[in-house]
């Protein structure tokens, strides 16, 4: 049974830095695409950011890019997202994901994304 674990969430002040991690297992994930999305309160969840398995080509979105950076160590199955600088608009439930996909359309939706895990919470405050 594939499966993806996140830890590292917590609750930080404004400026603070969290790294969040992704432990795959069931699958070899070092071959998928993985993703961190995230959902704040009352709005959908959102696309934050993702990396190739071969590349290792990484997309942010604006909202964070500058201040995050997702890596991945495909030894160990895990994929990071180290996270700096953060902001009270930061604050939401954070999910990785993963894709066996090779396209390259649509790596920031949801519905490219086949493997969920259950969420990590972070909350930034002001």
């Known amino acids: 049974q594939a499966q993806l674990v996140e830890s590292g969430g917590g609750l930080v002040q404004a400026g603070d830095s969290l790294r969040l991690s992704c432990a795959a297992s069931?699958?070899?994930?070092?071959?998928?695409?993985m993703a961190w999305f995230r959902q704040a309160p009352g709005k959908e969840r959102e696309f934050v950011a993702t990396?190739?398995?071969?590349?290792?080509?990484?997309y942010y979105s604006n909202s964070v890019k500058g201040r995050f950076t997702i890596s991945r160590d495909n030894v160990k199955n895990t994929v990071y997202l180290q996270m700096n600088s953060l902001k009270p608009e930061d604050t939401a439930v954070y999910y990785c994901?993963?894709?066996?996909?090779?396209?390259?359309?649509?790596?920031?939706?949801?519905?490219?994304?086949?493997?969920w895990g259950q969420g990590t919470q972070v909350t930034v405050s002001s």
């Open positions: 990396i190739a398995w071969n590349t290792g080509t990484t």
């Open positions: 994901a993963a894709s066996r996909s090779s396209y390259e359309f649509g790596i920031t939706t949801n519905a490219f994304y086949y493997y």
């Open positions: 069931g699958r070899t994930f070092s071959y998928y695409r």
